[in-house]
């Protein structure tokens, strides 16, 4: 049997109406916050939760309004701050925005307890000080850098801030660092893999025990690959930047399922068209509530991500319940080596482009291990008639626009007026052609 470590024994295994304690006191603390906020306190004192002594048990969650994306876009950029802004001390926003970005804001006490929570998933997964750590996530705008960052170093482990991309430096910091970790998506570890043996490296050269993934839907089967390919542990990580970024929820050791960490967030599975709770263990849309920020409360956040709960306990002793792998999201939202795309980006780049004709066409698949994004669009009959010259300059900027705006490089195809299909009805104008592992 191994043994299972912790970073805070007593939270992480505290009996349940402990935790319901915890979680009632930080949801009334939270309410105050939101009543701060020019976005939730009409909302609130509509729904009768005027003073934060409305909330009595946990039951009261069920009077609380709910909080979508779309809400966060419209409060931008400031509605939902709920302290002075010269106490905030970092932004982060999410990937996959359209013109108005999602953001959140931290307070140095937010950031604090936002590394100490990335910090516990990584304990729980049996890091310590003594790891060498590759982050291989995007940093800047993105938490899957910063804030992932942040926890590993408050662990103490030694942290190689290399960000995404550029497999061959990857390698040789890999290699000459002695990286025991690395923190990447599941299709930059099968690219990994690839390059390992394509550069002539053995895995003897590596010293690569774990990795922490997450980022983008995965199967079971695909974990197992990974881990059978690269001789290592692979731990599942789930989260998202309006929930402080990876880390919400995160396996032990025992690697079956994910941990929610409910000292810091509420998780509620609700039936995505009434809104109530599913069934103990039937999969539903994920709602959220995070109790660990001054800076910006969200209060029953619709994450549009379906999964379950898994009933039983855990072997290792945690309170915390687990949920399973996800099964897919509630919306048409697609996310492509990691990055969150909505199909109506890439519509408002075309639409807006003079010379663009009325139909396209999104295909998503796979090109060796990583995602592949094509973006098929007819022209204008006038603009099919103009010089080649013309038509391959609409090529290039409507591939750097749609990078500059999803931060993908897509491969573009121009098409003769007419010449896509014009489906009935509701137009369907994306085809994810990648494998459901
Ligand atoms: P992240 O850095 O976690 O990708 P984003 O805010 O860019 O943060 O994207 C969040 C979304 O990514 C989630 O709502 C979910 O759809 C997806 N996601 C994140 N982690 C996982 C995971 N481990 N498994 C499946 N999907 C995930
Ligand atoms: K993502
Ligand atoms: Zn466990």
Redesign the pocket.
């Known amino acids: 049997e191994r043994s299972v470590p912790f970073r805070d024994k007593a939270i992480e295994t505290a009996p349940r109406p402990e935790i319901e304690k915890i979680q009632t006191a930080a949801l009334r603390t939270q309410i105050a916050q939101a009543l701060k906020t020019p976005f939730y306190r009409p909302r609130l004192e509509e729904a009768g939760l005027s003073s934060p002594d409305e909330i009595r048990s946990l039951a009261d969650l069920s009077r609380i309004p709910f909080t979508s994306k779309g809400d966060l876009r419209e409060a931008y950029p400031f509605g939902l701050l709920a302290v002075p802004k010269d106490q905030v001390v970092r932004v982060h926003a999410?990937?996959?925005t359209t013109g108005t970005p999602t953001v959140i804001y931290l307070t140095q006490k937010d950031l604090d307890l936002a590394s100490d929570t990335m910090a516990r998933c990584l304990t729980a997964a049996g890091a310590t000080s003594g790891d060498v750590v590759q982050n291989m996530?995007t940093y800047g705008l993105?938490?899957?850098g910063l804030c992932f960052h942040y926890g590993a170093e408050l662990l103490g482990a030694m942290v190689i801030p290399t960000s995404a991309g550029n497999t061959l430096r990857q390698l040789k910091f890999m290699k000459d660092f002695g990286t025991t970790m690395v923190h990447a998506t599941p299709s930059y570890l099968l690219h990994l893999h690839q390059a390992i043996a394509d550069e002539g490296y053995s895995r003897g050269d590596l010293r690569l025990r774990m990795a922490v993934t997450?980022?983008?839907?995965?199967s079971e089967e695909l974990r197992l690959k990974i881990q059978d390919k690269l001789g290592i542990e692979v731990y599942?990580?789930?989260?998202?930047?309006?929930m402080n970024?990876?880390g919400v929820a995160f396996e032990c050791v025992h690697r079956a399922g994910m941990h929610v960490w409910e000292d810091r967030y509420i998780a509620e599975i609700l039936d995505p068209d009434t809104l109530l709770p599913v069934p103990e263990g039937e999969i539903g849309e994920l709602v959220l509530t995070i109790l660990c920020r001054d800076a910006m409360p969200l209060l029953r956040y619709r994450?549009?991500?379906l999964t379950r709960f898994i009933p039983e306990p855990c072997a290792c002793g945690r309170t915390h319940r687990r949920i399973a792998?996800?099964t897919g999201?509630t919306d048409d939202?697609l996310?492509i080596n990691?990055v969150?795309v909505f199909p109506s980006q890439i519509e408002e780049v075309l639409l807006r482009t003079k010379g663009v004709g009325a139909n396209y066409f999104i295909i998503v698949d796979k090109d060796g291990v990583l995602d592949k994004l094509t973006v098929q669009v007819e022209i204008t009959p006038e603009m099919f008639a103009d010089d080649s010259r013309v038509i391959n300059a609409l090529r290039e900027r409507l591939k750097s626009e749609l990078q500059a705006l999803i931060t993908i490089n897509p491969v573009l195809e121009i098409k003769q007026p007419g010449s896509l299909p014009v489906s009935e009805g509701k137009a369907k104008r994306v085809s994810d052609l990648r494998p459901k592992e």
């Open positions: 999410s990937s996959g996530m993105f938490t899957g997450g980022a983008e839907p995965h599942n990580c789930y989260g998202m930047s309006e970024g990876p994450t549009r991500d792998r996800f999201r939202m996310i990691g969150n």
